[in-house]
């Protein structure tokens, strides 16, 4: 019942924690100067000096009157609490606004369009990532101090040192192509070929697996270092534990002890990282998706914001808020499975 209790509570909190991401977020887009008013704003003036017969006049007294009408259009001309409940409740967090970019199709409807290629990006980092960097971590705690654990660990400083986004720049010159006399070995970027376009099942998956490799090779490297380290010290200090030396004192084996014992308890530390799992595997990574073309949600973030966007991008902080926060509870819960000791009376 405690532990019921204790997710109950969890779950009530997501609710004031929602509003307050979004209420400090929506304030921000609507304070902030270069909103799409600005955007739309400075086409027109474009527009007007280009036409010669405007003079300066004209041009402003039609920009001050498309101005009104911008602010009508967009609703900025109500109040900001007013506006707040209208994008919560009218339009669902902005799921039904029109896009800026594209007035002829919703936030969400762009959103859908994205996801499943996030997912496909997102799910297989994942994957890959806790498979390897898991039982490499175990390797490396139970050879700790040998040649294995001494060359992996340059891997892993290596892999620690450079940032995702370098790796991909660096992997791309070197097998895309983009450096004459190098290897031209993958497509530069997006998520398939327009050649496969009708072809079999089996044409189109490999076509999607070769246009991933590098991607989800630097998505990897981006989790790679710091799981591999969590996991090797976190057995390490499980082992030396003194539970551990008491099961060892009363006659088991130090196989018993560490895989019937001291593995399940090293495993808390990687739960952790389950509360961003929601929220990566649907939203992607903006700069690696920029750097290759890939046109997931990462890369409708990155859009949605540099061209002030502010429909897709508030729709987009709204889902991958509410994603987070579910990620969070995954987390407690896998807490609660492995480690059935944790107090959760406070």
């Known amino acids: 019942m405690d532990r019921l209790a204790y997710l109950i509570r969890r779950l009530l909190l997501v609710i004031p924690t929602f509003l307050g991401i979004t209420i400090v977020c929506f304030a921000l887009t609507r304070l902030l ?3 799409p008013v600005d955007m739309q704003m400075m086409k027109m003036r474009n527009m007007g000096g280009s036409q010669g017969g405007m003079s300066a006049t004209t041009v402003s007294q ?3 009157e498309y101005r009104e009408e911008l602010n009508k259009q967009f609703g900025f001309d109500k109040p900001i609490y007013f506006q707040y409940w209208n994008w919560l409740v009218t339009n669902r967090m902005g799921m039904k606004i029109s896009s800026y970019d594209y007035p002829n199709r919703t936030a969400w409807q762009l959103i859908k369009s994205r996801i499943p290629v996030s997912l496909w990006f997102g799910i297989t980092s994942f994957l890959l990532s806790y498979l390897i960097c898991i039982p490499l971590g175990l390797i490396k705690a139970l050879k700790h101090r040998t040649t294995f654990d001494a060359m992996s660990s340059i891997v892993v400083i290596i892999g620690y040192a450079f940032p ?17 006399g190098l ?3 993958f497509p530069l970027g997006g998520f398939s070929s327009d050649a496969v376009e009708g072809a079999g099942f089996a044409t189109r998956m490999s076509d999607r697996a070769w246009h991933m490799i590098i991607p989800v090779a630097c998505y990897v490297a981006g989790n790679f270092a710091f799981l591999t380290l969590i996991m090797k010290n976190s057995l390490l200090d499980q082992i030396a534990s003194d539970y551990v030396r ?3 004192a009363k006659g088991a084996s130090r196989n018993r002890a560490i895989w019937g014992h001291a593995l399940r308890n090293s495993l ?6 389950f509360g961003s799992i929601m929220s990566v595997l649907f939203a992607g990574s903006i700069i690696i998706e920029n750097i290759f073309e890939i046109p997931g949600m990462g890369k409708l973030s990155w859009e949605a914001l540099t061209g002030r966007d502010y429909a897709v991008f508030m729709a987009l902080l709204a889902l991958t808020s509410v994603l987070s926060l579910i990620g969070n509870l995954i987390s407690d819960f896998c807490y609660m499975i492995i480690d059935p000791r944790i107090n959760f009376d406070n």
Do not use: N, Q, R, Y
Not at 164 to 180: N, R, S, Y
Not at 268 to 273: E, K, N, Q, S
């Open 183 to 185: 290897w031209d070995v």
């Open 246 to 248: 008491t099961v060892l």
């Open 62 to 64: 039609v920009t001050e």
């Open 164 to 180: 995702a986004f370098a790796i991909g720049m660096v992997l791309k010159m070197l097998f895309c192509g983009t450096v004459e």
């Open 33 to 35: 100067p270069g909103g």
């Open 268 to 273: 808390i530390p990687i739960a952790t990282g």
